[in-house]
């Protein structure tokens, strides 16, 4: 069964960092593009960033471009968000998905809050 | 970016009955668009890819279809766990966007 599993994160000031990380199992991870994708409360879903099985290729949504990292260990069958310089609206439930361009399975999701 | 519009964000209907969703793009995505069901407490579920192919799992009540700008998602004699928020999503270009969702309720 596949799952995805995501943690790391919490309340947080503006300003600050966060990394998020997201545990996969199930499949074979590193055969997979992997992504991120959050949605703010009471909000629709918007894309976050992208990264190929072997990390050659990474996208990121222009609102996080430059303070975000996507990165990923098929090692541990593991996938990362570093998230820097956080603001408010940066606020959101972000999900891990798998594969390029649908996303075929999704985790529960990890609560970011970022507030003062 | 490519806007993608969900003209009805709720939608209430009977078990039994069939429903339709749908979704415009603003501009040509061929057929590069998914649908996704959320149920409360539960994982973003994928229905439907390119247009109209059944995710392996997704019952043949579900059907989409449509290309280019606009689609349509039906459901065929809904059941009780039809019931939620349902998404669409064009992958034709970067960033990928979403719809806003239509929420499906029981009458």
């Known amino acids: 069964e596949v799952q995805l599993v995501e943690s790391g994160g919490g309340l947080v000031q503006p300003g600050r960092s966060l990394k998020l990380s997201c545990v996969a199992s199930g499949f074979t991870f590193s055969n997979y593009g992997m992504n991120w994708i959050r949605q703010a409360p009471g909000k629709g879903l918007e894309w976050v960033a992208y990264i190929s099985s072997g990390s050659s290729y990474i996208y990121y949504a222009e609102t996080v471009k430059g303070r975000f990292t996507i990165s990923r260990d098929n090692a541990k069958n593991t996938l990362y968000l570093q998230m820097t310089s956080l603001r408010s609206e940066d606020t959101a439930l972000y999900y891990c998905a798998r594969r390029d361009y649908y996303f075929d399975y999704w985790g529960q999701g990890v609560m970011v809050t970022v507030s003062s | 970016d490519v806007q993608m519009t969900q003209s009805l964000s709720y939608l209430a209907a009977s078990p039994g009955e069939s429903v339709s969703i749908s979704c415009k793009a603003s501009k040509s995505i061929s057929n590069y668009l998914a649908w996704y069901q959320q149920k409360p407490g539960e994982a973003y579920k994928l229905l439907i890819y390119s247009g109209s192919t059944l995710q392996s799992g997704t019952p043949s009540r579900f059907s989409g279809s449509g290309s280019g700008t606009d689609f349509t998602l039906t459901i065929r004699s809904l059941e009780p766990e039809d019931f939620g928020l349902y998404y669409c999503?064009?992958?034709?270009?970067?960033?990928?966007?979403f719809g806003s969702g239509t929420k499906l309720e029981i009458k």
């Open positions: 999503q064009q992958y034709y270009e970067k960033p990928h966007t």
